[in-house]
Nanobody
């Protein structure tokens, strides 16, 4: 069974940085594209960033130039480096192995002064 376990969230001031991690089990990790989503209170879940099995990346416009997605296949882990954080980045962040329909429990990111 696919499991995704996110970590690394927290509270940070505007302009700060956080690095999220997601450890994945139950699949051959290197063969799957991985995505980071986020959901703010009262809003729909949105795709933030994705990385394919050959490490091609894509980002939603609002995070381009600030967030970086990466993967370490030896550790079955996908990362999201978030810099220059803004209050509007506040949300619960989830990772998912693309097309598996499985999600982690999420990690909360709060950007506030």
């Amino acid at each position: 069974q696919v499991q995704c376990v996110e970590s690394g969230g927290g509270q940070v001031q505007p302009g700060g940085s956080l690095r999220l991690s997601c450890v994945v089990s139950g699949i051959t990790f290197s063969r799957y594209a991985m995505d980071w989503y986020r959901q703010a209170p009262g809003k729909q879940r949105e795709l933030v960033a994705g990385i394919t099995s050959d490490s091609t990346t894509e980002y939603t416009n609002s995070v381009k130039g600030r967030f970086t997605i990466s993967r370490d296949n030896a550790k079955n882990t996908v990362y999201l480096q978030m810099n220059s954080l803004k209050p509007e980045d506040t949300a619960t962040y989830y990772c998912s192995a693309r097309y598996t329909g499985h999600w982690g429990q999420g990690t909360q990111v709060t950007v506030s002064s």
